[in-house]
């Protein structure tokens, strides 16, 4: 079973022109895990970007677990459709995002067998202010 630690967070506008303070939240998933349980942890700190940089919203596994054949999910609640990321059996699904982040958000998937489970958003915008959520994980190995 995976025990998240959850965080609320918003994306607050921090100089209208160019900085954005981005915080992530891991919201409640019920997993069946092969291996034990498991947390997602993410940071405790907001995130802060310059418009046009990339960021990265971390986010692990604790202890590791490979999350490479799991699905995960990052969303935006306030959209619609609301998914910033999906990953399924192996593959990113640009066709489930919300068109604002198609071709910018991706997984370090070198390294989800090492439960590291961050999104990373290229590019960012203004309009990149929000919540974001990782939710939804499942184990397809067992």
Known sequence: MLRVRARRS????????????FHTAAVVALIHSCTGQSEVVGPLQ????LIGDDIILPCHLDPVM????MTLE??????????VLVWRD????????????????S???????????SLKISKVKQSDGGT??????????C
């Open 10 to 21: 918003v994306i607050t506008l921090f100089d209208q022109c160019s900085v954005l303070v």
């Open 46 to 49: 907001p995130v802060v970007a």
């Open 66 to 69: 490979d999350a490479f054949d």
């Open 74 to 83: 990052w969303a935006r609640p306030d959209l619609d459709p609301r998914f």
């Open 90 to 105: 192996g593959v990113d699904l640009e066709s489930k995002k919300h068109p604002l982040y198609n071709n910018r958000t």
């Open 107 to 117: 997984l370090f998937t070198n390294e989800l067998q090492s439960g590291n489970i």
């Open 132 to 141: 974001y959520i990782y939710t939804n994980v499942l184990c397809s190995c």
